[in-house]
């Protein structure tokens, strides 16, 4: 069972130290709750590499993904979404759409994004992972920590709640 984080308590305890995602993130995943460290990545309407990363082992970290704010494609859809949960992933940030949101619902992971559309991506190979990324007016870099709720997302360059309460 995932630990009760909230982000408001976290911006309460360290409002000096958490950026805080600007609303629009849409909760599409059965998991509303998730946080953990990031890897980022940045891409042009095309899920080449957002497969590979779901592919590996998750840890319990979180994907952040940075289409631009893109709402032409769809980046994640069920099997994606299921290869995640799968693998061990906590959840995915998506700048960008999603699609198959009924079956999205039902996947243990947490998945935000901007909306859905029905289009699949272009499968180009496209896709640079490590880099900082833009989403909702934050940078997020490799490594920053995520926590989402149902209040919102926000993120700080390391991990801030307490592992022992």
Known sequence: MTETIRTADLCDAHPDTMRVFLPGLQSFGGVALFHGPCVTLRTVDDNS?????LGEPGEGRV????????????????????LGARNGWAGLIVNGAIRDRHELAGIEIGILALASVSMK????????????????GV?????????ADLDGVVSAPHQVHDTHS
Do not use: H, M, Q
């Open 139 to 147: 940078t997020v870099d490799p490594g920053d920590w995520i926590y």
């Open 63 to 82: 994907l952040v993904v940075d289409n631009a704010g893109s709402l032409r494609r769809a980046l994640v859809g069920g099997n994606l979404a299921e």
């Open 49 to 53: 590499v957002v497969k590979d990363c």
């Open 121 to 136: 991506t272009d499968k180009r190979g496209i896709g640079t992972l490590g880099v900082p990324v833009s989403v909702r």
